[in-house]
């Protein structure tokens, strides 16, 4: 092992203990007494600690390894020492420490490659089968290993510090969000054919692939939040245009997985590129906006996103943003690590041809649990066939993507049979309505209006305002299927639809 790989063992489990005592989110400013002279002093050690050690790395590029170990090793006890003082004094910033402990991890791996030993990315293959071990997609295709854990030539493993807050969102997802990360997960599993390509052909890690989906939306495509940023990766629709996701006949690409896969890895290599590779601003920037994250890195004058002058400015979202995305990341590569186990999921793509006309909610009836869904295959169905109304009826001979695994479940359950005239029976059932002229009817049928806006579809508009269709609304406004056009700045009737 060469000079720098040595290094950066030593300095990471230097790291790993230095952030056992990284902020837990109280003020410590609050305290009765605070030693400016004292915490001075620490900051002047920690200032004093890094210079030694970027000096140890240069003795270490002559070729004067004993001394650069021994530069290197006195200033990182002399760091961590101060570190630990610091978690002791009321009014240290902690975080300070953590954030150069990040900085001198970064300078020990990121521009040494041609000095460390392994591939042409200075990466060996025992380093890679480590860092995602027994993730189930790198054990049921190991060739993938290198892509689930490298971001630009370096291990995503150096990358994601397990700081505080890191350490702290880990928990969050191993326990009240852990149903979360396993939906998440399997939705994933399901469309990762369509999705994973698109990052590969980008060069970016599939676990941060993982992570970014698993916090925005849990895998569900069409997911819209309140402020307007929709699909699996929740686009706004300025920026979702600004990478190629517009409407095309009524359908809002910013729901199709395998598009908005395409879109998040153009914009994380856009922001790379302006953020000099340091992937915590690029994920603030997602959440929090670019132009935002630019300015406040250009007033800093650094560009690490834990930097206290980074980390108190950007909003208490983006701060919790940041960690839950790098820590799904982390679990995805590392979930033995955590007592965690991500269920099997084949995800092999598949088709059927339907035999009988059929929506996806009769479709979901007919199929039940069968291919072990508990929770049937509604979400999976409606992620790989986004657009389609899960309501509106398909005709006979029309072709839908699915998991290889319901093509014969398809043709057992619901080509013929009791379960499809079942389904029809219960899809084509009519809630009545109020007598006319009841104070009830009234009250129900009152209608509310929405003015169309750049970017709407119909579906859209129908699970804003919570209804379970188009079919509704569309009779309501008469507007004719199946392409629904519908004009901005139009005002639509909305009816006291049936909610989902």
């Known amino acids: 092992m060469s000079f720098v790989s040595r290094v950066a063992v030593l300095l990471l489990s230097f790291t790993l203990a230095a952030c056992a005592t990284s902020p837990t989110g109280k003020d410590a400013s609050s305290s009765p007494k605070v030693d400016d002279s004292e915490i001075s002093a620490l900051y002047a050690r920690l200032d004093a600690d890094s210079t030694r050690y970027e000096n140890g790395l240069a003795l270490g590029r002559e070729g ?3 001394q650069a170990q021994a530069e290197v090793t006195a200033a990182l006890d002399d760091l961590r020492a101060a570190a630990t003082r610091c978690s002791e004094v009321p009014g240290c910033e902690q975080q300070r420490f953590v954030a150069a402990f990040d900085r001198l991890l970064r300078l020990s791996t990121g521009s040494d490659n041609e000095e460390s030993e392994g591939g042409p990315n200075g990466t060996t293959p025992e380093a890679v089968e ?20 490298l971001l630009k030539g370096r291990e995503l493993s150096d990358i994601i510090a397990l700081n505080g807050p890191v350490k702290a969102a880990l928990e969050e997802w191993l326990t009240q969000y852990r149903p979360n990360l396993i939906t998440a997960y399997v939705n994933y599993e399901y469309m990762r054919h369509l999705m994973w390509p698109e990052y590969e052909k980008a060069g970016l890690p599939e676990a941060l692939l993982f992570g970014m989906l698993a916090k925005e939306s849990g895998g569900k495509v069409h997911a819209v939040s309140r402020s307007g940023a929709s699909g699996p990766l929740q686009f706004m629709y300025a920026t979702g245009l600004r990478f190629g996701l517009g409407t095309v006949d009524g359908f809002d690409q910013r729901f199709d997985p395998r598009l908005s896969a395409r879109a998040n890895a153009a914009y994380i290599n856009e922001q790379l590129a302006i953020f000099n590779n340091q992937l915590e601003l690029v994920i603030g920037a997602y959440n929090g906006g670019e132009g935002a994250m630019t300015r406040l890195v250009n007033r800093v004058g650094d560009q690490n996103f834990w930097d206290p002058k980074i980390y108190y400015a950007v909003s208490q979202e983006t701060r919790e943003y940041v960690p839950m995305v790098l820590a799904a990341a982390w679990l995805f590569m590392h979930p033995e690590r955590y007592n965690l186990r991500f269920p099997k999921v084949s995800g092999q793509p598949g088709s059927i041809t339907l035999a009988r006309p059929a929506s996806i909610s009769e479709l979901t009836i007919c199929l039940g649990s069968d291919g072990g869904a508990e929770g049937g295959w509604f ?11 899960p309501q509106q009826p398909e005709p006979a001979g029309a072709k839908l993507a699915v998991p290889a695994e319901l093509e014969a479940i398809y043709a057992r359950n619901c080509a013929g049979g009791k379960w499809p005239e079942l389904a029809a029976e219960l899809h084509s059932a009519v809630v009545p309505s109020p007598p006319p002229g009841s104070l009830v009817h009234a009250q129900a049928v009152k209608p509310r209006g929405y003015v169309v806006r750049k970017g709407d579809t119909l579906s859209a508009i129908a699970r804003k305002v919570g209804c379970s269709g188009v079919q509704e609304i569309a009779a309501a406004n008469g507007i004719r299927g199946p392409r629904y056009p519908i004009k901005p700045g139009r005002t639509l009737r909305i009816p006291n639809c049936t909610k989902r």
């Open 379 to 389: 979400r999976t169905l409606r992620n790989l066939n986004p657009q389609l109304d």
């Open 64 to 66: 004067r390894n004993d």
């Open 130 to 149: 480590e860092a995602g071990e027994t993730s189930p997609v790198v054990a049921a295709v190991p060739e993938l290993g290198r892509s689930v854990t």
